[in-house]
C-alpha cells in the first residue's frame, strides 16, 4: 500500500518568542507544503527494513523514522519506503521541520496503524519537535496539523489554549516573504539565547513582552475589521520588540528599514538569526511591486504568500 500525507508550512504573523513565556502567539498556515509518500510492502527478509529517498534533510528525516519505529514496531518482514518533497525552504522559519514531521507522522500510522487522528498526529509531532528545538511552545506544531488561522497560548506544559479560527472571519491583504538568509544558528539556540538574556533582565523583558501581547490582539482585530492602519502598526511594533530581544540580524534590519522607507512594513518570522540571515521576512505593502524591488536591491527570493491554507491532509493513498 502507498500513502501520500501533506502538511503546510506557517508563518508567526506575531507572537514567536514571546510565546514560550505564556504569551499569545498568531499563526497562519500557508500555500508552501511539503508531501511525504510512504509505500510498504513486504520483505524478502525476516527483519523489518526502512528506506528513506530525500534529497534534504536526510539526517532528520531518519531521526523522525527512528521516533516511530520505537513508539511503533513495524512487524517483521515490512519494508517502508519514505519519500519526501517539499516546496518550503529549511531553516527559514517556514515551520519546514514541523510540517515534515507531522506529514511523516501522518503518513506512517496511517500505513503501520490504520489510524488517522489528527489530533495524536499533533501530540507526536511535538515530542519531535521538542527532540529538535529543546524547548519549543507547541505553536509550530498545532498550526501545520490543524492549518487556517491559529490563536495559541501555552500556560503550562500540560495547559495550552488553542483556537482555530474561522477564515471567512478575517480579512488577509496581501503578504509576501523575503528571504533574509538562512540562519547560522539552529531555532533551539535562539530560543536559548532569549532564555539567557530574559535572566539578565526579567523586568525589561517582561515590558517587551507584555507590549508584544498588545501588538498582537491589535494585528488579530485588525484582521478582523480590515484596519490595514492598525495592521502595519501591530507589524512594525512587534518586529521593533523582536529586535530588542536580540533575534533579528543586521542584515534583515536592512531590509526592514528599506521597506518601511518605501511604506511598508516587515518582520522576521521565526526564530530568526544573527549572524548571518534571520530567515524569512513577512512583507506587507499597498504597492506590491516595491517589495519586489527591494528583492532586486538585496539579490534575495520574493515569494508571494496566500494566508489561511489547508493543514495535514490526504492527497493520495491506494
Not at 178 to 188: A, C, D, I, Q, Y
Not at 203 to 223: G, H, R, V
Amino acid at each position: 500500500m502507498s500513502i501520500t500525507v501533506s502538511a503546510p508550512g506557517k508563518v508567526h504573523l506575531l507572537g514567536e518568542h514571546t510565546v514560550v513565556y505564556g504569551k499569545p502567539a498568531l499563526l497562519s498556515a500557508i500555500n508552501l507544503r511539503t508531501y511525504v509518500t510512504v509505500k510498504r510492502k513486504t520483505s524478502p527478509k525476516k527483519q523489518s527494513i526502512v528506506q528513506i529517498d530525500a534529497s534534504h534533510n536526510r539526517q532528520f528525516i531518519k531521526k523522525i523514522a527512528s521516533f516511530l519505529q520505537e513508539k511503533f514496531p513495524l512487524p517483521q518482514a515490512t519494508e517502508l519506503n519514505i519519500s519526501v518533497r517539499s516546496n518550503l525552504p529549511i531553516g527559514s522559519g517556514l515551520g519546514s521541520s514541523a510540517a515534515v514531521s507531522a506529514a511523516l507522522v501522518g503518513a506512517y500510522l496511517n500505513v503501520v496503524k490504520n489510524t488517522w487522528n489528527p489530533n495524536k498526529i499533533n501530540e507526536f509531532t511535538y515530542s519531535i519537535e521538542k527532540i529538535t528545538h529543546g524547548n519549543p511552545s507547541g505553536a509550530d506544531n498545532t498550526t501545520v496539523v490543524f492549518g487556517g488561522l491559529v490563536w495559541f497560548r501555552k500556560e503550562f506544559e500540560f495547559l495550552k489554549s488553542i483556537w482555530s479560527l474561522p477564515i471567512s472571519s478575517y480579512t488577509f491583504p496581501k503578504f509576501f516573504l523575503l528571504h533574509s538568509g538562512k540562519p547560522k544558528e539552529p531555532t533551539r539556540e535562539m530560543v536559548e539565547q532569549v532564555a539567557l538574556s530574559y535572566k539578565k533582565k526579567k523586568e525589561l523583558f517582561e515590558s517587551i513582552f507584555a507590549d508584544q501581547e498588545y501588538q498582537t490582539k491589535k494585528l488579530l482585530l485588525s484582521l478582523k475589521t480590515g484596519n490595514i492602519v492598525d495592521m502595519k502598526s501591530a507589524l512594525f511594533s512587534g518586529e521593533k520588540n523582536l529586535e530588542k530581544i536580540g533575534v533579528v540580524g543586521k542584515k534583515a534590519q536592512s531590509i526592514i528599514r528599506e521597506l518601511e522607507k518605501s511604506g511598508g512594513v516587515g518582520k522576521i518570522s521565526g526564530a530568526g538569526g544573527i549572524a548571518k540571515g534571520s530567515g524569512m521576512i513577512l512583507c506587507f505593502h499597498e504597492k506590491p511591486s516595491r517589495i519586489e524591488t527591494i528583492s532586486k536591491r538585496f539579490s534575495i527570493p520574493f515569494y508571494p504568500v496566500v494566508l489561511g491554507q489547508e493543514g495535514i491532509r490526504i492527497d493520495e493513498k491506494d
